[in-house]
């Protein structure tokens, strides 16, 4: 769970204790806050009965009434009346000449109809912009740092523009060097929504350091979700780190907060060290942690988290050999990423199903799932390649942008020819370079992507042939032991050595594998001697791995005998040497 899910876990009384933050539209329901209730209720008394103790006190000591009043504001559905009431605190701040108050309704309103209200978005870019300028000019209550985390979180989440949400991050951070918790009490919230920022691209690094900020602050129920949603996430980054100790640390604290509130977090963060029990293959101390977090995810409905237990339980209880415990997980897992609408999520379930239908023996659907991962993985792996290629293509227009202001500075002292023809310079420049590196960038991946499947099931092929002729091998030793206690039964004993362990089927399955290890090989040999039959054919291959006579015979089927008889019909048929063995001719070929 991240920042961006995590306000609807939150009590009414906290809920805009984070604003401006993703506070559901309309909520909550109008059908518990009927319009008369409303009017009753914020219209029957005075602001001043409401708010008079907002007056003239700094931020840190009003904070949560301030958010009391936005909430309340929140509360109307109808927006020409949420608009009435507002004007009516905004006159009862002037009266009171409270400025700081005034400028609170004001940036409420400008939130509010940015983000919840159906207006153009280059209206909603404008008045926010506008609000940040004001802002800036009578930075009251960190009206300033506010409004930057406002804007930050438009160009992120309407605009897409993350190379501007990240410019104004750095300023909000700017911000915060300089403000005292006690005065700011959102400063960990600021902080954790910067290293959100860093951790959806992968930064861990820069990630790490703003959530390590934001846990040194003091905790109290005001932040302590915040808090331990940075605890968390930074438990997280040392995971995909493979730091698991560290991993560990902080999802550890997480469970040691005394906060209440936090307790959904104490849940996801079981789960959590839950999955690294499982990384590190401790199957039964992982389990029960996932099963809380499961369990948990479910009541809460909590559809992501819940797929993702349920992943990882599935391919627990595989590996276990517990299959319908396996099969009932990798059913809940479907159902919830379908639920969550999260498909990302098939790329880490696809490979646990491949592995399960491989181990109940049904290698087709094995096979297909094996595709699906690699489709899923690729699918993922190009989104996110893709959301890295458009920041970095909004970082050179950013780049370009500022160049081009600075250029019309200097078109002040310069003539107006040379300050086009700069510009134009430096458009192209940075335009063929930005092509010419986002061309070679995809072209390597893929080519590493390529490579790194190519190579991957050639390592899969070689363990796979690895395990068939040892298993050939190991039924061998068996049937030389059973040979020597039934050696005084003759018929028997003759059965037994003219039984074939190499059926067709194991047959055309070794012939794969063998095809895919030793590439090639078969086709050369079928097409340099072309009259081998099926069984001198199957006699060489095994040479080529190196089977002893005997193991050859009892793979086939045949006596010692018929596996010599085989190499003198080779050897008469090419006309070989006496001295040449078949180990010299599988070297020819």
Same mark, same amino acid.
């Given at each position: ?13 906290? /809920?805009?204790?984070?604003? =401006? ?53 929140? *509360? ?41 209200? =159906? ?13 940040? &300028? ?38 909000? &951070? ?22 959100? !920022? ?17 846990? !040194? ?67 039964? *101390? ?30 627990? +209880? ?39 239908? !491989? ?9 297909? +799932? ?151 090989? /078969? ?19 095994? !040479?080529? /791995? ?44």
């Amino acid at each position: 769970m991240t920042l961006f899910t995590y306000l609807k876990f939150l009590p009414v009384s906290l /809920l805009t204790s984070c604003f =401006p933050g993703r506070i559901r539209r309309g909520w909550p329901s109008t059908r518990q806050f009927s319009i008369p209730v409303i009017l009753l209720l914020l219209f029957s008394f005075p602001a001043r009965a409401q708010y008079d103790y907002l007056l003239h006190k700094p931020y840190g000591k009003k904070v949560l009434g301030i958010h009391a009043m936005y909430n309340d504001l929140i *509360r109307i559905s109808d927006s020409t009346l949420r608009a009435r009431k507002a004007e009516e605190i905004r006159k009862f701040a002037r009266s009171h000449r409270d400025r700081a108050l005034e400028l609170n309704v004001d940036f409420f309103l400008v939130f509010w109809n940015a983000f919840y209200q =159906p207006q153009p978005k280059e209206l909603s870019l404008k008045q926010l912009t506008e609000q940040l &300028d004001r802002a800036t000019k009578e930075n009251v209550d960190f009206l300033r740092a506010r409004s930057l985390r406002a804007l930050a979180e438009f160009y992120w989440k309407f605009e897409k523009n993350y190379e501007r949400a990240f410019e104004q991050y750095l300023l909000l &951070d700017k911000e915060l060097a300089t403000a005292k918790p006690g005065d700011y009490p959102e400063t960990a919230r600021d902080l954790m929504q910067i290293g959100e !920022a860093y951790y959806y691209f992968q930064d861990y690094p820069q990630a790490i350091t703003y959530f390590k900020k934001a846990i !040194a602050l003091p905790e109290n129920t005001f932040n302590t979700m915040v808090i331990n949603t940075a605890r968390n996430t930074l438990g997280l980054c040392y995971q995909q780190e493979n730091k698991l100790d560290s991993s560990d640390y902080y999802f550890n604290q997480v469970l040691l907060t005394p906060f209440p509130e936090a307790q959904v977090w104490k849940r996801i963060s079981t789960g959590n060290i839950g999955t690294n029990r499982y990384l590190q293959k401790q199957y039964d *101390r992982a389990i029960p942690l996932l099963e809380t977090d499961f369990n948990g995810a479910v009541m809460e409905n909590d559809h992501g988290c819940a797929a993702g237990a349920a992943i990882t339980l599935a391919d627990i +209880y595989r590996e276990k050999g517990e299959m319908e415990k396996a099969k009932t997980y990798i059913a809940h897992a479907q159902h919830y990423i379908e639920k969550a609408e999260q498909p990302d999520r098939l790329r880490l379930l696809y490979p646990v199903m491949s592995k399960w239908y !491989a181990a109940t023996g049904n290698r087709e659907l094995s096979r297909r +799932y094996v595709d699906s991962s690699v489709v899923a993985l690729n699918r993922y792996n190009e989104k996110f390649s893709a959301l890295k290629v458009l920041r970095a293509q909004q970082k050179v227009d950013l780049q370009k942008e500022k160049l081009q202001q600075a250029a019309i500075a200097l078109e002040r002292e310069r003539k107006a020819a040379e300050r086009n023809l700069l510009l134009l310079l430096v458009l192209l420049l940075g335009i063929g370079l930005a092509l010419t590196y986002f061309i070679q960038k995809k072209r390597q991946l893929a080519k590493d992507l390529r490579l790194q499947k190519a190579s991957h099931e050639l390592e899969a092929a070689r363990a796979n042939l690895k395990r068939f002729t040892g298993s050939i091998q190991e039924k061998n030793r068996l049937i030389e032991e059973l040979e020597q206690q039934l050696d005084k039964h003759s018929d028997l004993r003759l059965q037994l050595q003219q039984s074939t362990i190499l059926t067709e089927d194991d047959w055309l399955q070794f012939r794969s594998l063998f095809e895919q290890v030793h590439g090639g090989f /078969l086709h050369r040999l079928r097409e340099k001697y072309p009259n081998f039959s099926p069984a001198e054919i199957r006699f060489i291959s095994l !040479a080529k /791995l190196n089977f002893s006579t005997k193991e050859m015979a009892t793979a086939l089927g045949v006596s010692p005998q018929s596996i010599r008889t085989n190499w003198y019909r080779i050897r008469k048929k090419l006309d070989l040497p006496e001295s040449m063995t078949v180990n010299d001719l599988v070297k020819t070929i």
